[in-house]
């Protein structure tokens, strides 16, 4: 009985470290796979390199306007007045996602798997209300 026993045990143990090496072997080609993370870069705000990047949303797309957005966002609340459409036109340039009187959007590459744009919204006056970067 004890053989039996010393056996199953020894079997159990082998199985359990085949287990905890399968496990070792899938989490480090996940990470291999996955690729390094890094944070992402912030860039200042910068009109004609904003108007120069023509962003896509094809997968992997890097863009420089996603890294302007945050600090573009903060520039264009902050200002006082806010600016009208015809400032922001001339700032961004015409909107390559869509163009209504309330909302403009611009493409601002990916994030993951979903398309980024940078979205205006202006009041009834035509002056800006919100700006921000938004995931579609």
């Known amino acids: 009985m004890k053989a039996i026993a010393r056996a199953r045990l020894a079997s159990a ?5 085949d ?9 480090a080609l996940a990470a ?3 690729g390094p993370y890094t944070e992402p870069v ?19 797309t ?17 200002a006082s007045p806010p600016p009208a459409r015809a400032e922001v036109e001339r700032m961004l340039g015409t909107p390559d996602a869509e163009r209504s009187d309330r ?7 990916t994030s993951t798997m979903d398309c980024l744009t940078f979205t205006i919204r202006f009041d009834d006056q035509g002056r800006l209300r919100a700006a921000y970067l938004a995931q579609h």
Not at 103 to 109: Q, V
């Open 13 to 17: 143990k082998i199985r359990l470290l």
């Open 19 to 27: 287990l905890t090496l399968i496990g070792i072997a899938i989490a």
């Open 32 to 34: 291999v796979l996955a």
């Open 42 to 60: 912030e860039l200042a705000f910068e009109a004609e390199r904003w108007r120069a990047d023509h962003a896509g949303c094809s997968l992997y």
């Open 62 to 78: 890097t863009s420089e306007r996603k890294q302007m957005s945050r600090d573009l966002a903060q520039k264009l609340l902050a």
């Open 103 to 109: 909302t403009w959007r611009y493409r601002a590459g």
